[in-house]
C-alpha cells in the first residue's frame, strides 16, 4: 500500500537538498525561500553600510567557512542553481530598493565563464534585477586570491569597459561577490564615473575581514 508522505511535496533546499519546511520558522512562513532554515542560518550576516572612496556600499555577509564553500560549488562546480541562494535574506530588500538601478556586475575572467557556461556575479545579480550590465572585463586572466596585497594591485590594469555609453544618467550598481583589497571595485568605479552616471552605490556579497569592513 502507498504512503502519502506530505514532505515529498515540498520544495528542497537549494544547498543541502533537504525539504525546506523542515524546520518551520516565521521567515520560511513569511518568504517563499529556497533554502531550509538550517542553511539560512550559516550565513554570517553583518549587512554592513559605509563608504568607499566617498560612494555608498553595502555588504551583506562575513566571508566565513560555509560562504566559501558555497561560492565554490556555484563558481568552482559550476552549480548554476545555486545562484537563487546568496540574496535570500535580503532578496525584498534588494529588489526593492535596487529595482530602478542598473546592476553593473564586477568581471571574471572570460574563459572560466565560457567553461562555466554563466557568469557568476550576474547570474546572483539576476535573483534580484532584470537590468544588468556585463561590459566590466578583464583583459587577462587574473585570481585576485592567489596574488599578494601588491599582486592584487594589478587588477587595475588587466580590467576594461566596453558599450558604457548605456550608463550615462543612470542608477547604477556596481555588484560583487567577495571584497579582498578593494582594487577591483576601485577600478570598476574609475570606469563607470566615465560615463556621468546620475548616481552610484555599491552592492557586495561578504567582506573576508571585519577588519576590513571597519575600515572601508
Do not use: W
Request: aromatic share 12%.
Amino acid at each position: 500500500m502507498h504512503i502519502h508522505n506530505p514532505l515529498s511535496q515540498q520544495p528542497l533546499c537549494l544547498i543541502c537538498h533537504q525539504p525546506v519546511r523542515k524546520e518551520p520558522s516565521l521567515f520560511t512562513l513569511v518568504y517563499d525561500t529556497p533554502l531550509c532554515t538550517s542553511c539560512l542560518s550559516q550565513f554570517e550576516t553583518i549587512h554592513y553600510v559605509g563608504l568607499f572612496h566617498d560612494v555608498k556600499i553595502t555588504i551583506l555577509y562575513r566571508y566565513n567557512a560555509f560562504f566559501q564553500t558555497l561560492l565554490f560549488r556555484y563558481k568552482g562546480q559550476y552549480d548554476y542553481e545555486l545562484r537563487n541562494a546568496f540574496t535570500v535574506n535580503f532578496h525584498h530588500f534588494l529588489s526593492q530598493y535596487f529595482h530602478n538601478h542598473v546592476v553593473v556586475v564586477a568581471p571574471s575572467d572570460d574563459i572560466a565563464n565560457q567553461k562555466r557556461g554563466f557568469i557568476p556575479t550576474a547570474g546572483i545579480a539576476s535573483s534580484f534585477s532584470s537590468d544588468i550590465f556585463t561590459g566590466l572585463y578583464k583583459k587577462a586572466p587574473f585570481k585576485q586570491a592567489e596574488q599578494s596585497f601588491e599582486g592584487r594591485q594589478k587588477i587595475k590594469d588587466i580590467i576594461d569597459i566596453k558599450n558604457g555609453d548605456v550608463l550615462r544618467k543612470k542608477k547604477v550598481l556596481l555588484f560583487d561577490d567577495v571584497i579582498t583589497s578593494g582594487s577591483t571595485l576601485e577600478k570598476c568605479l574609475e570606469l563607470i564615473c566615465l560615463y556621468h552616471p546620475t548616481s552610484i552605490e555599491i552592492l557586495v556579497l561578504a567582506t573576508r575581514s571585519f577588519h576590513l569592513e571597519k575600515n572601508l
